[in-house]
Antibody
Framework: QVQLQESGPGLVKPSQTLSLTCTVS??????????WSWIRQPAGKGLEWIGR???????SYNPSLKSRVTVSVDTSKNQFSLKLNSVTAADTAVYYC?????????????WGQGTLVTVSS | DIQMTQSPSSLSASVGDRVTITCRAN??????LNWYQHKPGVAPHLLIY???TLQSGVPSRFSGSGSGTEFTLTISSLQVEDFVTYYC?????FGQGTRLEIK
């Protein structure tokens, strides 16, 4: 059974960088069948895709966040990470990591439990 | 960029009702459309992928249809546990969400 677990600070100051890591267990991140994604949900709002990465390091980002986002992968640790810089209160959200299929319709079949990140001084 | 428009944003219904949620793309996306159920406090859960395929373990009262630019999620007989929020998704874009409320 594949499991994903987010980790990182729950509180980030405005203008600083939000950093999260997702640890994958029960399966290898070096799989040609999956992308590894970050998704967020601000309180009271809908789901927003942040970006995704393939094990080779190839990335795709939400155009609205692209200038501030970096997603990276560490295959030796079976982890992938998110960095979002210059954060504001609008970046306060529950952040999810997820596994996304490459084939078919790019659906998400496994999610982390989500972690709340609050941007506040 | 492909935009996804989901409607309605909220829907009131009763247990046992049949309901339909719609997702429209601003250009053709073939059958590349997925549906998720999202309960408060937990991660979203895949219901339907590739527009019409029921994910393993999902009750058969859920069904998906459509191709091209218009897609629907139908719940044939609402149960109490179905009164939560639903999202469509294509590639890196989610629909706005539909909150299902008990009438």
């Amino acid at each position: 059974q594949v499991q994903l677990q987010e980790s990182g600070p729950g509180l980030v100051k405005p203008s600083q960088t939000l950093s999260l890591t997702c640890t994958v267990s029960g399966g290898s991140i070096i799989s040609g069948s999956y992308y590894w994604s970050w998704i967020r949900q601000p309180a009271g709002k809908g789901l927003e895709w942040i970006g995704r990465i393939y094990y080779t390091g190839s990335t795709s980002y939400n155009p609205s966040l692209k200038s501030r986002v970096t997603v990276s992968v560490d295959t030796s640790k079976n982890q992938f990470s998110l960095k979002l810089n210059s954060v504001t209160a609008a970046d306060t959200a529950v952040y999810y990591c997820a596994r996304t299929t490459v084939l078919y319709s790019n659906y998400i079949d496994y999610w982390g439990q989500g972690t709340l990140v609050t941007v506040s001084s | 960029d492909i935009q996804m428009t989901q409607s309605p944003s909220s829907l009131s219904a009763s247990v046992g009702d049949r309901v339909t949620i719609t997702c429209r793309a601003n250009q053709t996306i073939s059958d590349s459309l997925n549906w998720y159920q999202h309960k408060p406090g937990v991660a979203p859960h895949l219901l339907i992928y590739s527009a019409t395929t029921l994910q393993s373990g999902v009750p058969s009262r859920f069904s998906g249809s459509g191709s091209g630019t218009e897609f629907t999620l139908t719940i044939s007989s609402l149960q109490v546990e179905d009164f939560v929020t639903y999202y469509c998704q294509h590639s890196l874009t989610f629909g706005q969400g539909t909150r299902l409320e008990i009438k």
